[in-house]
């Protein structure tokens, strides 16, 4: 069984004990997703026109942190113009725990 959901403009396909990155989300602990556009269960397929009502995802937050630092480097040849530009992404862990319908 598994769920296609809707977070942080993205969307992600999700089965029971998937560990996800997630952009940051505010809460602590549990999280419930809402935003469900599909659930398949083998030959059992439901799609949302968007979303499914009445369905959704539960999930635990496992942690948060910081990703790997992107460099991001400008420079124009003729110019002595150069600036170098870092960049660390939050993110939030999250464990699936259960997919309802």
Sequence with gaps: MFAVIKTGGKQYRVSEGDIL???LLDTKGSVEFDQVLMIADGANVKIGTPLLQGASVMGEIIRDGKAKKVL??????TTTYQRT?????????V???SIKS
Excluded: A, T
Excluded at 85 to 93: T, W
């Design 95 to 97: 464990r699936i725990k």
């Design 21 to 23: 990155r997630l952009e």
């Design 85 to 93: 530009k870092g960049h660390r992404q939050n993110f939030s862990e």
């Design 72 to 77: 991001v480097y400008k420079k124009k040849k």
